[in-house]
């Protein structure tokens, strides 16, 4: 405990080991700087999950993961793969032979979206209304 203030009243302390990392636990955005990646040694895939409805952001049913190109599944079956030139989007290859997909940071206010009928769309922060515009 720390004694804060003039008051003398203590309030707790908390020492963490680590800060959560949203960019490890992506959702159904991707946003600049953030990395779709495939373990080539484990074979384990971050990917992006649909929300369940537009109002339950619970997990749906379709996800996008990089397996060396995009695929979106619904469920387990493959609903879409594609193209690398999609969405300025990069793909690379770390040391170990990982691969990952991000979304370019020079996109400073746009993210690519998983809707929940499994589309993906490419959105731009609009200053004037201060909502999200689909390209």
């Known amino acids: 405990m720390v004694e804060g203030g003039t008051s003398g009243k203590y309030s707790p302390v908390i020492k963490l080991k ?3 990392e949203s960019f490890d636990y992506p959702t159904d ?3 600049p700087g953030m990395k779709l990646v495939y373990d080539l040694l484990t074979r384990v895939s971050w ?8 109002q339950d952001p619970a997990p749906g049913v ?5 397996e060396g190109e995009l695929i979106i599944k619904n469920g387990s079956k493959i609903y879409w793969s594609g193209a690398r030139e999609l969405f300025n989007l990069s793909f690379s290859t770390d040391y170990y ?11 400073k206010h746009r993210r690519v979206v998983l809707d929940v009928s499994g589309q993906l769309k490419l ?10 515009y689909t390209l």
């Open 62 to 66: 379709f996800s996008l993961a990089q």
């Open 47 to 54: 990917s992006l999950l649909s929300w369940k409805s537009s």
């Open 29 to 31: 955005t991707l946003l």
């Open 123 to 132: 959105q731009s922060w609009t200053e004037g209304v201060q909502g999200w």
């Open 97 to 107: 032979g990982s691969s990952y997909v991000t979304l370019a940071d020079e996109l």
């Open 18 to 20: 680590h800060a959560h």
